[in-house]
């Protein structure tokens, strides 16, 4: 059976290619401002054990009329929410830059634990530093703050003065989101953790991504790519491998923490 279809209960997850005969899914969750197609390359990479879910946020590509929310917690929660029918299989998350945070307040919110969690080119949620905020800036200095910062729109993007308007309510509102957020503490995930990083990432250094470390109290370890933030375009063969690996030996998902 293929064919993107919805979750049954929400647009909030999308499945490109429903596999019947899958052993796992795997949850991604893109960055700030990006859309489902940021993972489009990994459905066929990850098939046929793993079944690729991408999360879709509202405000970008085809929720783009539906307003973009900027509280991160509210997001996580909607996430989980729409997972919710799709965890009849063990499962994984992928969270790139502040997907990795979604990603975490999500498995929070679960009945069930990820079997993985795969945490990409972000700080951990109990180490983001508050930084001066620039969501609320004009859209000409938020865009180029954006552009400077995170190396996240390339030229073809940023030349495009009517796909850069559509873009940017949904931008600002991520940015908004993480601004906001403040870690609450709570009980370590007994779930590996993964964190992912770019060598060449001024904003999240190996030394950062360790501290991934204190959230869970199963297995760890850091991985590093050549590249910058967006290090797993080039790298995405070699990002997919290791996470299947990491997937071969998938049991039944750990159950709720109680």
Same mark, same amino acid.
């Given at each position: 059976?293929?064919?993107?279809?919805?979750?049954?209960?929400?647009?909030?997850?999308?499945?490109?290619?429903?596999?019947?005969?899958?052993?796992?899914? *795997?949850?991604?969750?893109?960055?700030?401002?990006?859309?489902?197609?940021?993972?489009?390359?990994?459905?066929?990479? +990850?098939?046929?054990?793993?079944?690729?879910?991408?999360?879709? *946020?509202?405000?970008?590509?085809?929720?783009?009329?539906?307003?973009?929310?900027?509280?991160?917690?509210?997001?996580?929660?909607?996430?989980?929410?729409?997972?919710?029918?799709?965890?009849?299989?063990?499962?994984?998350?992928?969270?790139?830059? +502040?997907?990795?945070?979604?990603?975490?307040?999500?498995? *929070?919110? @679960?009945?069930?634990?990820?079997?993985?969690?795969?945490?990409? %080119?972000?700080?951990?949620?109990?180490?983001?530093?508050?930084?001066?905020?620039?969501?609320? @800036?004009?859209? %000409?200095?938020?865009?180029?703050?954006?552009?400077?910062?995170?190396?996240?729109?390339?030229?073809?993007?940023?030349?495009?003065?009517?796909? +850069?308007?559509?873009?940017?309510?949904?931008?600002?509102?991520?940015?908004?989101?993480?601004?906001?957020?403040?870690?609450?503490?709570?009980?370590?995930?007994?779930?590996?953790?993964?964190? @992912?990083?770019?060598?060449?990432?001024?904003?999240?250094?190996?030394?950062?991504?360790?501290?991934?470390?204190?959230?869970?109290?199963?297995?760890?370890?850091?991985?590093?790519?050549?590249?910058?933030?967006?290090?797993?375009?080039?790298?995405?063969?070699? $990002?997919?491998?290791?996470?299947?690996?990491? @997937? $071969?030996?998938?049991?039944?998902?750990?159950?709720?923490?109680?």
């Amino acid at each position: 059976m293929t064919g993107t279809i919805e979750s049954p209960e929400s647009p909030w997850i999308k499945r490109p290619r429903v596999l019947p005969e899958a052993r796992a899914r *795997l949850f991604c969750v893109p960055h700030g401002g990006g859309g489902p197609s940021s993972f489009a390359r990994w459905v066929p990479g +990850m098939a046929p054990d793993v079944e690729v879910c991408l999360v879709h *946020l509202p405000g970008r590509e085809g929720r783009l009329r539906e307003a973009p929310l900027a509280d991160l917690r509210q997001i996580a929660t909607r996430v989980a929410e729409a997972m919710a029918p799709l965890l009849d299989l063990p499962f994984a998350f992928f969270g790139h830059s +502040m997907g990795s945070i979604i990603a975490y307040e999500a498995a *929070l919110l @679960l009945d069930g634990e990820p079997r993985h969690l795969f945490a990409s %080119a972000s700080p951990p949620p109990h180490r983001v530093e508050e930084e001066p905020p620039f969501a609320h @800036l004009p859209d %000409a200095e938020f865009l180029a703050e954006v552009r400077r910062s995170y190396e996240g729109i390339p030229d073809t993007v940023w030349n495009d003065a009517e796909l +850069m308007r559509l873009m940017l309510p949904s931008m600002r509102a991520d940015f908004a989101a993480y601004e906001s957020y403040r870690w609450r503490p709570s009980e370590p995930l007994r779930c590996p953790i993964t964190a @992912l990083g770019g060598k060449d990432d001024p904003l999240v250094p190996d030394g950062t991504l360790a501290d991934w470390s204190e959230l869970t109290s199963g297995d760890f370890r850091t991985e590093m790519f050549a590249g910058g933030h967006f290090y797993v375009n080039e790298a995405r063969p070699q $990002v997919q491998e290791l996470v299947r690996e990491a @997937l $071969v030996t998938v049991v039944p998902a750990v159950k709720g923490r109680g």
